[in-house]
């Protein structure tokens, strides 16, 4: 296993019936596979046996084909020297409303990044519970699995940028956490449409 899950039971549990559960199935595999599109090198950690009603698990590793291509990268090189890209994606029975859980790895040095910048949920096992937007905002997306997945991308270049004494900041679209997080969220979707 990844990241500290030892079980399936360590999981979060599939809230909902078997044709709900299987309509999550459907959704999901539709999902992923547009994932994979963008990010090739996903592996599913747990599969469902008996239709037990758990959420779907994987690892993947946040490089796009782009860039894949271009840099002529192999699978076991990204696997063996690009792991600070790999991140945990649970996948939740609500996840098209509410959004995927995200684990970061936690040799990601969040600890040394100013404190507006760090998007950390808790820590969970071995990694940190990355927020990935304001669930609100979750439900207007086409394509959920994959923009939380650039998000995370993208929070995971930014902070290495800036560890590295790359980037002078950490420059990407941020809400505060919690309801504050929310009205902000509302009011630049607000401002968004009045420009419209």
Do not use: C, T, W
């Given at each position: 296993m990844v990241l500290g899950v030892k079980s399936k039971w360590d999981l979060i549990p599939c809230n909902c019936n078997i044709n709900q559960y299987s309509k999550y199935l459907k959704n999901v595999e539709k999902d992923i596979a547009i994932l994979k599109d963008y990010?090739?090198?996903?592996?599913?950690?747990?599969?469902?046996?008996?239709?037990?009603?758990?959420?779907?698990?994987?690892?993947?590793?946040?490089?796009?084909?782009?860039?894949?291509?271009e840099l002529f990268l192999t699978e076991n090189y990204i696997i063996n020297k690009l792991n600070n890209r790999k991140v945990l994606l649970i996948i939740p029975s609500d996840y098209k409303n509410s959004g995927a859980k995200i684990i970061l790895d936690k040799d990601l040095k969040i600890d040394m990044i100013p404190d507006e910048h760090i998007h950390i949920n808790g820590y969970y096992r071995d990694g940190y519970e990355f927020c990935a937007g304001v669930p609100e905002s979750m439900i207007n997306l086409n394509y959920v699995l994959l923009e939380n997945c650039r998000t995370a991308e993208n929070?995971?270049?930014?902070?290495?940028?800036?560890?590295?004494?790359?980037?002078?900041?950490?420059?990407?679209?941020?809400?505060?956490?919690?309801?504050?997080?929310?009205?902000?969220?509302?009011?630049?979707?607000?401002?968004?449409?009045?420009?419209?």
């Open positions: 990010y090739p090198f996903i592996y599913e950690v747990i599969i469902p046996v008996n239709n037990s009603l758990i959420n779907k698990v994987y690892e993947v590793y946040l490089i796009d084909k782009n860039m894949i291509d929070y995971i270049v930014q902070v290495n940028s800036y560890l590295n004494n790359e980037a002078n900041e950490i420059n990407m679209i941020e809400y505060s956490h919690g309801d504050r997080g929310r009205e902000e969220y509302d009011r630049e979707k607000r401002r968004k449409r009045k420009k419209y």
